[in-house]
């Protein structure tokens, strides 16, 4: 059959339709700015890239590799680097339009980007891993760079996989580069507050919105999808602030208590085998969790999973969006009409970039901050990004999605049109 469908035209329930959509819904609000919108439509660039390695067995294996570059009108590329089996150019377009979005929205001077490897990494050796990461890395190698485009993590790629990018990337250029990445280990130029701070983002705009609602954080029902770094570390703020972490889902498995799950002991127990087998909750099905009565749900595992029939199921009166493009569209109109308010992932989950772009200041600088300096720094970007998100719904009566969408796309064709069209 013959396609006549080019990269940026989407398939309607991927990624990057959502993302189009996203950007339909906000051009009422963007004035005589909305001549630039094709802009958001399309990428500035997106390099596919072949990673060979050679396996501890011998075998040769070929991995596809993608960097996408979407917009880069208020500063360089960022964005995270994810390795997973389903990561796709579309998925990848989709994650880096989000960071141009969501750096905008809490106003640092970058651009969007993201990258991925289409690679199941629990099923490869250290070496092996090292070895992709590596070859990625100087493949990419001639579009990034600190002044250019700065990966970090993402689903499953952390501080050691930082660590080789930034140390091929440095020796290919022959400098110490260490502002080519962030999210490195502290010792190699490193942020305190960096791992954490994801999911710290997701605690502040959840603790600020819950007090917009009335919600007392003492006693409210949490449920929490996916458990990695962004919802292990939101749930624990949480519960710190007295919430109870009814129930939580990984790749595994789904485990609720209704007294409280207790966290000391599951943080350690799902970093080693995954939520299921712990004694601390009941197991319930998977598709259970949707139907669960919490006051607040926070998906932090990957895109779509807030599908229109989950969304007429959910209880919470409030949606923390920790991961990238958990809810579609049509969801998210059902949710708006039952009343359910969803902080959108281009605010909620902007705590990662925003400590990341900390973690380059000070690399440039060579001059590190403490802890509680990055932590009240952090603090305060939030609540005034979202306070201003805020307002600016209430001006429109619309989500605080488009909201976000609103106020993020205004500064970056506002940038676009005042730095015009080249040559
Ligand atoms: N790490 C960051 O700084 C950061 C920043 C912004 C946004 N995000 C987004 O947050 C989300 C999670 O990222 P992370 O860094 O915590 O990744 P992670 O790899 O640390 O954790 C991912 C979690 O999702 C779970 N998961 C995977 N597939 C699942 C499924 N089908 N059903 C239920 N759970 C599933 C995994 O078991 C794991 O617990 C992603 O959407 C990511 O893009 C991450």
Request: net charge neutral; proline share 5%; hydrophobic share 40%.
């Amino acid at each position: 059959m013959k396609s006549n469908l080019s990269y940026v035209h989407p398939n309607v329930t991927s990624p990057w339709g959502t993302y189009l959509s996203q950007v339909d819904r906000v051009l009422p609000y963007l004035g005589h700015l909305a001549r630039w919108s094709e802009t958001l439509k399309r990428p500035k660039r997106a390099l596919i890239v072949d990673v060979p390695i050679e396996m501890d067995d011998g075998r040769i294996a070929h991995f596809e590799g993608y960097r996408v570059q979407h917009n880069l009108s208020r500063g360089p590329g960022k964005g995270g680097v994810r390795f997973h089996p389903d990561v796709t150019l579309e998925e990848v377009m989709a994650l880096s339009a989000w960071m141009t979005v969501k750096c905008a929205a809490v106003n640092l001077p970058y651009g969007g980007a993201k990258g991925g490897i289409r690679v199941d990494p629990k099923l490869l050796s250290q070496k092996e891993l090292e070895k992709v990461t590596r070859r990625y890395t100087s493949e990419i190698g001639v579009i990034i760079g600190p002044q250019q485009d700065i990966p970090a993590p993402d689903v499953n790629t952390n501080a050691q996989v930082m660590a080789w990018m930034m140390d091929t990337y440095s020796m290919n250029t022959g400098t110490t580069s260490t502002g080519v990445v962030t999210g490195k280990p502290i010792h190699l130029g490193g942020s305190l507050g960096r791992v954490k701070a994801t999911g710290r983002g997701v605690f502040v705009t959840g603790r600020e919105a819950a007090r917009r609602l009335g919600m007392d954080l003492q006693g409210a029902r949490v449920a929490v999808q996916g458990f990695g770094n962004v919802g292990s570390i939101a749930a624990e703020l949480l519960a710190e602030a007295g919430a109870r972490i009814v129930a939580v889902q990984d790749h595994t498995g789904t485990i609720y208590n209704p007294q409280g799950l207790d966290l000391a002991q599951l943080i350690p127990h799902a970093r080693q085998n995954g939520v299921a087998g712990f004694r601390g909750g009941e197991r319930i099905g998977d598709e259970d969790f949707w139907d669960l009565k919490t006051d607040i749900l926070i998906p932090a595992a990957l895109e779509g999973q807030i599908t229109a029939a989950r969304a007429q199921r959910i209880q919470a009166r409030l949606v923390l969006e920790g991961a990238n493009g958990p809810t579609v569209p049509e969801a998210d109109d059902i949710l708006a009409s039952r009343g359910v308010l969803v902080v959108p992932d281009v605010i909620c989950n902007a705590g990662g970039v925003t400590v990341s772009y900390f973690e380059w200041v000070q690399d440039f600088s060579s001059f590190f901050w403490d802890e509680d300096e990055i932590n009240q720094r952090l603090d305060r970007i939030m609540v005034n990004a979202l306070n201003q998100i805020w307002d600016t719904s209430d001006k429109h009566r619309i989500t605080l999605r488009t909201a976000t969408f609103a106020v993020a796309c205004e500064r970056i064709l506002t940038a676009r049109e005042e730095r015009g069209l080249y040559p």
